[in-house]
């Protein structure tokens, strides 16, 4: 479409973006409103997980996802969702030292120990985003184990006390652990008995509890705030438990996800291997590349990586690390939320009703992670236009390698998808489509968002060549396109090993 004048193009963006993509007034409003009940309502349910658990949930939830980074939409037909990280008690005298990644994943434990005790702490590897206890590793300085019996000696088998060790390492894994399924069953029971109406404590049914002379106090919780929440089914694969708040004519999706604080300290090998650099895959300036990285692990060792249960395994998550990252990004007046948002719009309004979820929210939100690391000058992100751009560069970059590296993790590509089917087409299909459509959207953004737009009457030559260029290739693959969003539909893929808040 015609050239415009960036002043007008700004205008005609800012417009688009006030009236489609982040609504004021009332619905800003009403937001917040949601917001408010389900954090009071969130914060007494956790009470009464506490007292449901003997004391597992102690501390208050924290909001994290794309409301508490400021990153999600305001749309007139949408309903906004809330995450909460629920922090789960872990012994502070049990530390879990980053010693790498995992050779053969195989080899190692599932699950995290609570009553393991050594003076460097606990070794932990990496496998993606799985975290492995390695027992070969713990056993090699002394190691304190408090466990409910001794693992069972063959009868032929002499006195070895080095397998005795062992065996009992494993046993007290076994005793005495953090199992991620179990979590997550025990916690949906938790908000359950939390839900129910004929409950009035969590632990009215228990004997000793009823016995003592000062019960425990649980916040009240109205059975009309009750009746118009609705917990979902217990997805064993997802890390949050999901919830359903009512709320006038609204339903609002609310996640709870439990998760481990401060249980990784983080070693240096960590910082040189596991925070990935630039120039792993950029090919343009790395001025600001040692400052960035500087700045990145300090935030890390900060407040360090959550755990959350996922699959079977603790896993690595990023949540407050990238709140925390994000909180001030437009202090200097810049408009890279908004350009977040508006990319996000684009997504779920355009792509991922023709090709399916193929980018996720926190794909985009990793885009812009890197993008302000690659550009923090002030110049690239002054305006929603040139904002926009910036996002949609990079995006095209990782399109074209195939390969959108996890802002924390390296090597862990979040691109990676495996389909459930015999052909290998299908990834590399998704990606190449996608990138037409930023393609054809960074020739002329105002006409890609607006093609009715009044001062759009004719197309230049660099426009019509990538509409062309997209038209023809959705042809060319037009039945894989539609195996590929009737597979995106269906869920027949598996996930890169990696927690999306």
Known sequence: MGEEDPAQGEKSLQRFYADKVFLLGD???????NFYVVKSTVEKMVKWAYESSS???????????????????????SSNDFDFLIPVRYNPTLALKSGGIANDPGSYEKKLPTYI??????????????VLVDLETLGETYVEVHCHKQAARLEDEEDDTDLDEFEERKESLSHHNLDPFQI???????????????????????????????????????????????????????????????????TVPVKLLPAIQGAIKLSNQWLREDLTHLSDWWDGDLANEKKSFLRKSAIIQEVGPELVA?????????????????ENVDADGG????????????????????????????????????????????????????????????????????????????????????????????????LEVLRFEVE??????VGYL?????????????????????????????????????????????????FKA
């Open 27 to 33: 619905k800003d409003w009403r937001v917040g409103k």
């Open 55 to 77: 004391g597992l949930y102690p501390k208050d939830p924290v909001p994290v996802g794309s409301y508490r980074e400021g990153l999600h939409l305001q749309t007139e037909s």
């Open 117 to 130: 005790f050594r003076d460097q702490g606990v070794p932990v590897f990496r496998s993606g985003t799985k």
């Open 184 to 250: 997550l069953k025990d916690f949906h029971r938790y908000i359950e008995i939390t839900l129910d109406p004929e409950y009035t404590h969590p632990r009215q049914n228990d004997p000793v509890f009823q016995q003592r002379l000062f019960p425990s106090r649980v916040p009240k919780i109205d059975n009309r705030i009750r009746q118009n929440i609705k917990l979902e089914a217990l997805d064993l694969e997802s890390p949050a438990i999901q919830l359903s708040f009512c709320e006038g004519t609204e």
């Open 310 to 326: 996922q699959g079977g395994f603790w896993r690595f998550s990023f949540s407050h690390a990238e709140t925390v990252m994000l």
């Open 335 to 430: 408009q890279r939320k908004a350009a977040l948002r508006l990319l996000k719009f684009v997504n779920t309004t355009k792509w991922m009703p023709e090709y399916g979820k193929i980018l996720t929210s926190y794909h985009l939100k990793t885009i812009l992670l890197w993008c302000c690391e690659i550009y923090p000058e002030k110049a690239h992100w002054e305006t929603l236009l040139s904002s926009l751009q910036v996002l949609l560069r990079l995006l095209n970059h990782t399109l074209i390698k195939r390969n959108l590296p996890h802002y924390f993790l390296q090597a862990v590509n979040l691109f990676r998808r495996r389909y459930k089917c015999s052909s290998t087409t299908y990834r590399p299909l998704a």
């Open 440 to 445: 054809v959207m960074l020739a002329d953004i």
């Open 450 to 498: 607006m093609p009715d737009h009044e001062l759009q009457d004719h197309c230049t030559h660099e426009v019509s060549e990538k509409i062309v260029a997209l038209r023809e290739f959705k042809e060319k693959h037009q039945e894989d396109l539609k195996e590929l969003k009737g597979m995106e539909d269906e869920h027949m893929y598996e996930e890169m090993e990696i």
